[in-house]
């Protein structure tokens, strides 16, 4: 079975939209139609660099998606990335996607010189900190939000 992992095109939408809805309802959440439009839109362009989008595919299907974003820090002189999204489809999880895609933040932030790709999970996301545990290092910081 033949893995890839490539940037998405315009073509990708009914497939990005199918498993970002999944990722989204996986955490109880939803965001409105403008929303999907805005962020797909932003992805595909290529003025914004900082906002970029990645699709698995697995024998030609979309098995998943990762989002990441470059940012300044004030600690650091280079960008950072921060991995905001990420997600595999049910029919395709044990096979390797999760950790390409991570793979490929890993290889995109190298490629920029962003020497820290960073992201977050809730705690009873079990399946998915047992990949992170291998590929990444769990750190202390707790979230807070407005």
């Known amino acids: 079975m033949t893995l890839t992992i490539r940037p998405m095109t315009a073509g990708d939408e009914s497939d990005w939209r199918r498993l970002w809805t999944a990722y989204l309802e996986f955490y109880e959440s939803a965001v409105p139609e403008e929303v999907y ?9 290529p003025a914004r660099e900082q906002q970029n989008g990645l699709i698995a595919l697995k024998d030609g299907q979309a098995a998943g998606l990762v989002h990441y974003i470059f940012h300044t820090h004030n600690w650091r002189i280079e960008d950072v990335c921060y991995l905001q999204d990420l997600y595999t489809d049910p029919a395709f999880r044990g096979a390797g996607v999760g950790r390409a895609l991570i793979e490929a933040v890993y290889e995109a932030a190298d490629n920029r010189g962003a020497p820290s790709v960073y992201w977050l999970t809730q705690d009873f996301n079990e399946t998915a900190r047992v990949l992170y545990d291998r590929v990444a290092t769990l750190t202390p910081f707790i979230k807070y939000q407005r």
């Open 37 to 45: 439009r805005t962020t797909f839109a932003r992805l595909l362009d």
